[in-house]
């Protein structure tokens, strides 16, 4: 991708550090404005194509909602994030009823998180322009329109299914989680996903809705272990123009929004006891009541709910309720771990780096066979999301038009054993038996082998990191059985006759 192509982000914030801090981490993924004051804030917009402002909450002249509510006025297309070290909740309900705000962040932010939200309101303000086109197409030519949105949606529901869009091998234990998804799907039965997070829960609950007979209905998701209870409720259920402070005009629920398609409720174990009651009121009634509104509202949705979460055992800890639990569970439906699903890694690999590769404009001939096998020995313990961070940083770090090899990986799955690949690194670590001599002579084998594959098995580099002569490398690969160790082909030609 080249700058010029780059979307241009405004951060606004009073506290230079911050704001420094902010574009430094920023700079490589976006063409970053900055501004310490409402007033430069306000003339970059007049002057710039700005797509996302990120605007610091206590703003010496005035609050970031406050600002943020005038450039809904004036460029309402701007799409509005506010960071912040407060999380009150009524601040958070102002925030995204009178600034229209896509994102409250919190403070401390973690970089790659926010540079994924980022992107995402990036890609929202692109849609947003799409759809506003497809509006104009609409008034000029509906027949030509009409067929767009129904081949998008043929697009989604392609993309999403069981056989294309879940990405596994042949003899994969998906197999059988995507033989009972598209067996469950034509059926309106409540779903209750579980698994671990990153194992792809999201993705099944897609792949179910475009499966069933709601496909070409909408289906939206709330990660409900993310809003405090009152922004949980207004968000699915709406409210009325007065119902709280800051909420100035009437706002539709999601279950509202979906009705007729599918409403995926993410982290469903995190929802707080009194909000489990009014849940389960709505999924035995088949209707809403908006914050602050006398009168219910009938919706047809059918809910498919994950938590990565026992709840089975949350019901006998009595953290949650049983009725919820049976109302939500029609089927329960579990997602294997990654490090169950070994032979999956190398396919999950290849299709994540060709999205990655499509994503960032940059394209490689794959990954070595050794940098294969090293992500096969490793536990994933962050499943797929995990892969996807690491995938990630491999492109960005490799070089273009080649292969990527194991040297790109992260140490810690350099050093990860076969055997221990069903924990994650520390507990890896923890589990090594025998006498401390056994145990340090296990860790220093793994991190010898770990340093000769990141030089590319360049012997002289990788006595030189670890402080050893070549003589005293080859003394402790014999003795670890690592001498006659036979890298492949293409990283032997890349070791050189050095090595």
Same mark, same amino acid.
């Given at each position: 991708?080249?700058?010029?192509?780059?979307?241009?982000?405004?951060?606004?914030?009073?506290?230079?550090?911050?704001?420094?801090?902010?574009?430094?981490?920023?700079?490589?993924?976006?063409?970053?404005?900055?501004?310490?004051?409402?007033?430069?804030?306000?003339?970059?917009?007049?002057?710039?194509?700005?797509?996302?402002?990120?605007?610091?909450?206590?703003?010496?002249?005035?609050?970031?909602?406050?600002?943020?509510?005038?450039?809904?006025?004036?460029?309402?297309?701007?799409?509005?994030?506010?960071?912040?070290?407060?999380?009150?909740?009524?601040?958070?309900?102002?925030?995204?009823?009178?600034?229209?705000?896509?994102?409250?962040?919190?403070?401390?932010?973690?970089?790659?998180?926010?540079?994924?939200?980022?992107?995402?309101?990036?890609?929202?303000?692109?849609?947003?322009?799409?759809?506003?086109?497809?509006?104009?197409?609409?008034?000029?030519?509906?027949?030509?329109?009409?067929?767009?949105?129904?081949?998008?949606?043929?697009?989604?529901?392609?993309?999403?299914?069981?056989?294309?869009?879940?990405?596994?091998?042949?003899?994969?234990?998906?197999?059988?989680?995507?033989?009972?998804?598209?067996?469950?799907?034509?059926?309106?039965?409540?779903?209750?996903?579980?698994?671990?997070?990153?194992?792809?829960?999201?993705?099944?609950?897609?792949?179910?809705?475009?499966?069933?007979?709601?496909?070409?209905?909408?289906?939206?998701?709330?990660?409900?272990?993310?809003?405090?209870?009152?922004?949980?409720?207004?968000?699915?259920?709406?409210?009325?123009?007065?119902?709280?402070?800051?909420?100035?005009?009437?706002?539709?629920?999601?279950?509202?929004?979906?009705?007729?398609?599918?409403?995926?409720?993410?982290?469903?174990?995190?929802?707080?006891?009194?909000?489990?009651?009014?849940?389960?009121?709505?999924?035995?009634?088949?209707?809403?009541?908006?914050?602050?509104?006398?009168?219910?509202?009938?919706?047809?949705?059918?809910?498919?709910?994950?938590?990565?979460?026992?709840?089975?055992?949350? %019901?006998? /800890? +009595?953290?949650?309720? #049983?009725?919820?639990?049976?109302? $939500?569970?029609?089927? @329960?439906?579990?997602?294997? &771990?990654?490090?169950?699903?070994?032979?999956?890694?190398? %396919?999950? /690999? +290849?299709?994540?780096? #060709?999205?990655?590769?499509?994503? $960032?404009?940059?394209? @490689?001939?794959?990954?070595? &066979?050794?940098?294969?096998?090293?992500?096969?020995?490793?536990?994933?313990?962050?499943?797929?999301?995990?892969?996807?961070?690491?995938?990630?940083?491999?492109? @960005?770090?490799?070089?273009?038009?080649?292969?990527?090899?194991?040297?790109?990986?992260?140490?810690?799955?350099?050093?990860?054993?076969?055997?221990?690949?069903?924990?994650?690194?520390?507990?890896?670590?923890?589990?090594?038996?025998?006498?401390?001599?056994?145990?340090?002579?296990?860790?220093?084998?793994?991190?010898?082998?770990?340093?000769?594959?990141?030089?590319?098995?360049?012997?002289?580099?990788?006595?030189?990191?670890?402080?050893?002569?070549?003589?005293?490398?080859?003394?402790?690969?014999?003795?670890?059985?690592?001498?006659?160790?036979?890298?492949?082909?293409?990283?032997?030609?890349?070791?050189?006759?050095?090595?």
């Amino acid at each position: 991708m080249t700058e010029a192509s780059l979307p241009t982000i405004l951060v606004v914030d009073d506290e230079i550090r911050s704001l420094e801090s902010l574009e430094r981490i920023l700079d490589e993924e976006f063409d970053v404005r900055t501004a310490s004051t409402i007033a430069e804030a306000e003339a970059v917009l007049e002057s710039e194509w700005v797509q996302v402002v990120l605007c610091d909450q206590r703003m010496p002249d005035q609050t970031g909602v406050e600002f943020l509510k005038s450039v809904r006025t004036r460029w309402p297309d701007i799409i509005r994030m506010i960071v912040s070290g407060y999380t009150d909740a009524h601040d958070i309900i102002d925030g995204i009823n009178e600034a229209g705000i896509f994102q409250y962040i919190t403070k401390p932010w973690h970089p790659e998180g926010l540079i994924l939200t980022l992107k995402t309101a990036c890609r929202l303000y692109e849609l947003q322009r799409e759809n506003e086109l497809l509006a104009i197409e609409l008034k000029m030519s509906p027949s030509e329109a009409s067929r767009k949105v129904s081949d998008r949606r043929e697009k989604l529901r392609r993309d999403y299914d069981f056989d294309d869009g879940i990405v596994r091998g042949r003899d994969s234990p998906m197999n059988a989680v995507c033989s009972t998804l598209r067996q469950v799907a034509p059926y309106d039965v409540p779903v209750l996903l579980s698994g671990s997070s990153g194992t792809g829960k999201e993705l099944a609950a897609r792949a179910l809705h475009y499966g069933s007979l709601r496909w070409n209905k909408p289906f939206v998701v709330e990660n409900c272990g993310a809003l405090p209870d009152e922004l949980l409720e207004s968000e699915l259920f709406g409210h009325k123009r007065g119902a709280f402070t800051g909420a100035v005009e009437d706002h539709m629920g999601l279950f509202e929004r979906a009705n007729g398609g599918s409403v995926f409720l993410d982290e469903i174990g995190e929802v707080s006891p009194a909000f489990q009651v009014k849940l389960l009121r709505v999924l035995q009634e088949g209707e809403i009541r908006p914050v602050g509104s006398t009168k219910t509202r009938k919706v047809d949705v059918r809910v498919i709910a994950a938590t990565n979460k026992d709840l089975e055992e949350e %019901v006998r /800890a +009595r953290r949650f309720r #049983a009725d919820l639990y049976y109302r $939500l569970a029609g089927m @329960v439906i579990r997602i294997p &771990d990654l490090r169950d699903r070994r032979g999956d890694i190398p %396919v999950l /690999a +290849r299709a994540l780096l #060709a999205r990655a590769a499509d994503h $960032l404009g940059k394209q @490689v001939t794959g990954f070595t &066979d050794e940098a294969v096998d090293c992500m096969r020995n490793y536990g994933w313990p962050g499943n797929g999301r995990e892969m996807q961070n690491e995938i990630q940083q491999m492109l @960005v770090m490799g070089p273009e038009g080649q292969a990527l090899g194991a040297e790109l990986l992260s140490r810690h799955i350099l050093r990860a054993d076969p055997a221990d690949a069903d924990a994650g690194d520390d507990a890896a670590i923890a589990d090594i038996e025998g006498t401390l001599k056994d145990r340090i002579e296990t860790l220093e084998a793994r991190i010898i082998r770990e340093t000769l594959i990141r030089h590319r098995w360049n012997k002289s580099r990788a006595a030189r990191e670890l402080g050893l002569s070549r003589v005293g490398l080859r003394s402790k690969l014999e003795r670890y059985g690592l001498e006659n160790v036979n890298p492949h082909p293409a990283t032997r030609r890349a070791a050189g006759s050095t090595a």
